[in-house]
């Protein structure tokens, strides 16, 4: 098990209601199992979950399962919401 930093933004910010958290987990599927029980009062958070992308120390998670992504001492996991953006 490890701890480190849960960073939301955007969407996944307002969803959680706060920009960070601590974790306790030793993957990233039980951090983000402990984050949805946390927030279980705002029931957007797990909608918005479903749709966004993850960083586990700066690298992209993909496609890869999340149970099988391990987490580091002292890391941070980055939940990145869809973006829309541009020029029109």
């Known amino acids: 098990m490890a701890s480190g930093t849960i960073r939301y933004w955007a969407a996944a910010k307002a969803a959680a209601g706060t920009a960070e ?14 984050a949805r029980e946390r927030h279980t009062e705002r029931p957007d958070f797990a909608r918005v979950l479903l749709r966004c992308s993850f960083l586990v120390d700066g690298e992209p998670v993909g496609k890869r399962a999340h149970d099988a992504v391990p987490l580091s001492e002292g890391g941070t996991v980055e939940v990145l919401p869809p973006f829309a953006g541009g020029r029109a």
């Open 21 to 34: 958290e601590h974790y306790e987990a030793g993957t990233l599927a039980d951090a983000l199992d402990s």
